[in-house]
């Protein structure tokens, strides 16, 4: 029969190969990220005066110049250390959920079981994730306000438990919950769906050509913003607020902001997480295909 050989799922080398994606996601993506949360977190100018940065590109011509390239990699260490066990176990999640789903190992899942696949990876990431998230958009407005309160991530860490226990370290986690669970069965469901659409008749999916591999991941990319950008403004908010600020959580967070912006302001940033997202994606998926047909290769039966 002319059927290839196509390995089971193991979660295991999902871990390693999503590992290695990550590392091509941090290198792609980390300059828009960093513009991304300055733009979201700036203050709103008072009468008569302009914002700091008019947009994506003034906010990006303004880093350069003022802090040149590094300032851009700015905090790029914690996500390239969060983010490699981070992509790690959201790969495993996802291969996880694929595997419980399936009776038989050739069971090809369907797009609505792929999706809970993708929630479930969701849900593993959140645990590492939401700590992590909180000391990057700390760290990375206080390179734009100018007063330095934390020497690095692991002062900053250090700072918040002793501040507020571990409470404080993970402040903001229902957010994160919300922006990564359907945000991640989005991301997996669209790359899938868009591996099989773009394989040409009679051929594998695990064949495609580099390029179609790069758009799905980026669009895969673009497709997962578009539903976690609203709690992801509200969670930048909600994380780089002082303490007691708003007691009832995200929902102060949501009052306040359509109150005084409206509710386009659910979609600040829009552009740069935009930009950012296709690019670091496809590098996110190109990385992992790679990884993964190097494990093959290396252990086939694992």
Not at 144 to 170: N, T
């Amino acid at each position: 029969c002319g059927d290839e050989f196509i390995p089971p799922i193991s979660p295991l080398k999902n871990f390693f190969a999503g590992g290695f994606g990550g590392v091509c996601l941090v290198f792609a993506g980390h300059p828009l990220d960093t513009i991304k949360v300055r733009l979201q977190t700036q203050s709103k100018p008072s009468p008569g005066q302009s914002a700091l940065y008019a947009g994506t590109f003034d906010c990006f011509k303004k880093t350069l110049a003022r802090e040149g390239v590094k300032g851009l990699y700015k905090g790029m260490a914690a996500p390239i250390i969060g983010v490699t066990p981070m992509f790690a176990v959201c790969f495993f999640g996802f291969g996880l959920g694929k595997k419980l789903q399936q009776k038989h190992p050739e069971d090809v899942l369907t797009y609505p079981q792929l999706f809970a696949a993708g929630m479930l990876s969701g849900v593993f990431t959140t645990a590492i994730m939401a700590p992590g998230e909180r000391i990057k958009c700390l760290l990375q407005i206080q390179a734009a306000s100018g007063e330095v309160k934390y020497a690095g991530p692991m002062d900053c860490m250090k700072q918040l438990y002793k501040e507020s226990g571990i409470r404080g370290v993970y402040k903001g986690t229902a957010l994160t919950l919300m922006r990564d669970v359907p945000a991640s069965g989005m991301y997996f469901m669209t790359y899938e769906w868009l591996k099989n659409s773009l394989t040409p008749e009679g051929k594998s999916p695990n064949e495609l050509s580099v390029p179609s591999v790069l758009f799905a991941g980026g669009m895969a990319g673009i497709f997962n913003w578009a539903v976690a950008i609203p709690p992801d403004v509200l969670k930048s908010r909600f994380q780089t607020a002082p303490e007691g600020k708003y007691p009832n959580g995200f929902r102060d967070v949501l009052r306040e902001l359509l109150r005084e912006e409206g509710i386009g302001s659910l979609y600040k940033g829009f552009n740069a997480v935009m930009l950012r997202a296709f690019p670091a994606n496809a590098a996110c998926f190109l990385g992992f295909e790679f990884a993964m047909k190097f494990l093959n290769w290396l252990a086939p039966n694992l």
